[in-house]
């Protein structure tokens, strides 16, 4: 059974610093890639970055220059480095491995910022 575990969320001032993680566990093959996403309520799931399993990353625009995703593929982990936080990061953030097969979802770290 593949599970993901999501930590380090908080709360944090407006222009601090977070890192969340995600763990996996479980028999894992093929997989495609690894992707944050975040939700507040009433709004739909974005997605935040995603790392491919070559290595490649992406970011929504919004977190371009603020965010830095990683991934350390021994220890079936990847990381979330979120700097420069502004309110409207406030959301739940949750991780999800893309395989060949199927999609996995973790249940979600809630990161606040205040102001």
């Known amino acids: 059974q593949v599970q993901l575990v999501e930590s380090g969320g908080g709360l944090v001032q407006a222009g601090g610093s977070l890192r969340l993680s995600c763990e996996a566990s479980?028999?894992?093959?093929?997989?495609?890639?690894m992707i944050w996403y975040r939700q507040t309520p009433g709004k739909q799931r974005e997605l935040v970055a995603g790392?491919?399993?070559?290595?490649?990353?992406n970011y929504a625009d919004s977190v371009k220059g603020r965010f830095t995703i990683s991934r350390d593929s021994a220890k079936k982990m990847v990381y979330l480095q979120m700097n420069s936080l502004k309110p409207d990061d406030t959301a739940v953030y949750y991780c999800?491995?893309?395989?060949?097969?199927?999609?996995?979802w973790g249940q979600g770290t809630q990161v606040t910022v205040s102001s």
């Open positions: 479980g028999s894992i093959f093929n997989i495609v890639a």
């Open positions: 999800k491995m893309n395989t060949a097969g199927y999609d996995y």
């Open positions: 790392i491919t399993s070559g290595g490649r990353a």
